[in-house]
């Protein structure tokens, strides 16, 4: 089923979620765990910076970045999700070697 959104825009939880994205940011230097980061790039409700921001600020010594070209926002239920699904296998199995 394809994403619907949502119907209502709560202020109170969009206040919330600016504050959870400010803490996060100052936290990202204190990830030192592998990262694995899949991004849409037709996605409209992430900002197409922020996996560059993630990459850039955090320690992890493994890091792997991928796009998306024709997935919008949950890449999961998208016309790509064996590409995404093949792509996180890879890099559990690569960790494990």
């Known amino acids: 089923m394809p994403w619907q959104g949502y119907k209502v ?29 899949i991004q849409a790039n037709l996605d409209e409700t992430v900002d197409l910076k922020s ?3 993630i990459l850039k600020n955090v320690q992890s010594a493994v890091r792997e970045s991928h796009w998306m070209e024709e997935s919008k926002h949950v890449v999961i239920l998208d016309c ?15 960790l494990l070697v």
């Open 9 to 37: 825009n709560p202020l109170k939880a969009g206040v919330q979620l600016l504050k959870l994205q400010w803490e996060t940011k100052q936290r990202l230097s204190r990830i030192y765990q592998p990262l694995l980061i």
């Open 51 to 53: 996996g560059d921001i």
């Open 80 to 94: 790509e999700f064996e590409d995404v699904a093949d792509i996180s296998l890879k890099f559990m199995q690569n």
